[in-house]
């Protein structure tokens, strides 16, 4: 067999680290070594991480946790070369340039292309701005340009830009998101070449991996003996749908339960609309009535229900017709949410409501209105998410929250109003064509009262 191909990965948290690479090791694991991963950063976050990985080789331990408790562990070893961050992404780009190169991968959060509604590039963000202006270099656009344009030059053929995240028709907005960048700088030859040498798939991608605490390496070390400075853990569950839309090639994914589709629209509309929105009503709920974990939440009956609420009232209606038993796949994910041996935080999950109001719950809002349902159980999410947010403004939340999309005078304008709700609602950013909507303030209205009274019955704030 001749040289292994390679799919660089930018951003080696533990989510590419218990899925994607878990994949790959699959196939290795059949005796099918023709690919490989070669990854790292293009910020320099997770030094520690990146450094424990090069000290054992890139290989690391996964522990997976069912909802009943049977932990399981593997050594992967898939990632072949760990790449230390250099501001001019050096390490990368040799990578990048080489011909065996097939595919260059990417996990960033909803945030981290700097989209507004209508796919468009919002240039509100300092550290975009400075991308564009070549002055640095730490967004997907400002590295995948500096990467790509290195490979054009050096003649080193087609690469699919393959996205592992959780946005909506993530390779299309993708695409779209990066030849605008492309055409801020200027950069037509590079452009041009983008749209003849590269494939962005959608994919759509699934499994609960919690921040990794000591507590993972002590148990690895316990079960198995070895010593792993990069241990992570995550659920059983695992899911992978992608679009077979390769330019260059790709692992035979297939072989080892990934679903490779036509369309995977179905499938990341469920997962998006139930799953995430979910995830974000458990957190945000969760954590107003005094919780820590998401599986805390889930088992709570009152914040349990709203979930169940939500998805039954609002997002089965909107997306039946569907391929998916769309009843049994609420069922799986509050049976996931519930596992109390992932320990997953609120604070992990409640975080970035910015992007998660009108990324994950504002089309079902939408269709409602539109299909005449009811709107009192949608408008609890959003609810909770202001309960959440006038907390967090007055320093109540016990957590360091996070939001790369919160614009301050968004969040002024509504913490400083006489009518919270109206403002919350008047906020484009959160709520796009449906800003200031009668209906939706109405149910907001109504929502958020259930919000604060079933806050202030817990007695957490």
Known sequence: MGQALTQLHLGLGSFHRAHQALYMQFLH????TSWEIAGGNIRPDMAELIEAMQSQGGQYMLETVTPQGEREYKQISSIKRVISWDAELAGLTTVAVEPTTRIISFTVTEAGYYLDTSDRLDQSYPDLVSDIKGETCCTLYGALARLLEARRKAEAGPVTLMNCDNLRSNGDRFA????????????????AWVEQNTSAPNAMVDRITPRPTPAVAERVKAATGIECKAALMGEKFLQWVIEDHFIAGRPAWEEVGVEMVEDVMPYEEAKIRILNA???????GGTLAGFNYIHEGTLDEEVCKFAYDYVTQNVIPCLTPCPLPLDNYRDVVLDRFSNPNIQDTNARVAMDGYSKVPGFILPTIRESIEKGLDLSAVAMLPAFYLSFLLREQQGLIPYKYEDQLMDPQSVKRIVESDDPVAAFVAEPLLFDDLAGNEQVTAAMREAYARSEAFTAKRGAF
Not at 176 to 191: P, R
Not at 278 to 284: D, G, L, M, Y
């Open 29 to 32: 694991d059949k005796g099918d």
């Open 176 to 191: 779209k998101g990066f030849k605008q960048f492309l055409e801020l700088q200027g950069k037509s030859e590079l452009l």
């Open 278 to 284: 979910t995830h974000s009503c458990i957190a945000w």
